[in-house]
């Protein structure tokens, strides 16, 4: 019989190296969890704060610039008055002047341009109608013209002090439309105002189970 033919392999030993896994205790658990909530509360809170006192500046620069609007149209209705009323008394005085038909009719339609509610018109040629007004009266012949060019020189007054403050008007509406538009974009403080909330309930609930 032929024996059975054995060959003896080495065993080979394969180590596994194993990573030292660290059981936490569970007051340390507890405690961790509610370093976390701290930590995201404290840094919650900051962002809040500098962003609701940002607010609250806007909310003052808001009011500021509606009550600044309501004056300033206010006033400009009382330029626009005060204009119409001094063109009116210079075209009342100029009938009272023995002046040339086509002398009368020209400075007639000149106190109608300079006292016009015409918006288009810029203060650069507002004032080129004044002037010419101004030439056109005392060229004319006849008459003391002092009372009549005195209404001429109030209504232009008016105008300058009215277009002065349509110009504001038109800055500070945009300006409070602009504002305005940052305050309805502004969602953040409002977001963390619930985030804070739910941390400050997470991190009553851990601490009572310390």
């Known amino acids: 019989m032929c024996r059975p033919f054995f060959k003896v392999l080495p065993i080979q030993v394969i180590a596994v190296q194993t990573e030292e896994i660290r059981i936490f205790e569970r007051n340390e658990l507890i405690s961790a969890?509610?370093?976390k909530h701290e930590r995201l509360i404290a840094e919650y809170q900051a962002e809040y704060d500098a962003l609701t006192t940002t607010s609250t500046t806007l909310d003052t620069e808001i009011e500021d610039l509606k009550?600044?609007?309501?004056e300033n149209e206010e006033k400009t209705g009382v330029f626009d008055e005060k204009k119409h009323h001094s063109g009116h008394e210079a075209v009342e005085e100029l009938k009272k002047m023995e002046l040339k038909q086509i002398d009368a009719e020209k400075i007639k339609a000149g106190i109608?341009?300079?006292?016009?509610?015409?918006?288009s018109d810029s203060a650069e040629e507002r004032k080129a109608v004044y002037e010419t007004l101004r030439s056109d009266i005392n060229n004319a012949e006849g008459g003391d013209k002092s009372v009549l060019l005195s209404k001429i020189e109030a209504a232009y007054q008016a105008y300058t002090e009215e277009h002065t403050l349509k110009e504001a008007l038109d800055a500070d509406k945009a300006l409070l439309a602009q504002k305005q538009g940052e305050v309805s974009e502004d969602k953040r403080a409002g977001w963390l105002a619930v985030r804070i909330g739910s941390h400050?309930?997470?991190l009553e609930y851990w601490k009572g189970m310390k």
């Open 112 to 119: 109608s341009a300079l006292t016009s509610s015409k918006i």
């Open 67 to 70: 009550k600044r609007i309501e």
């Open 200 to 202: 400050k309930e997470s």
């Open 33 to 35: 969890v509610v370093e």
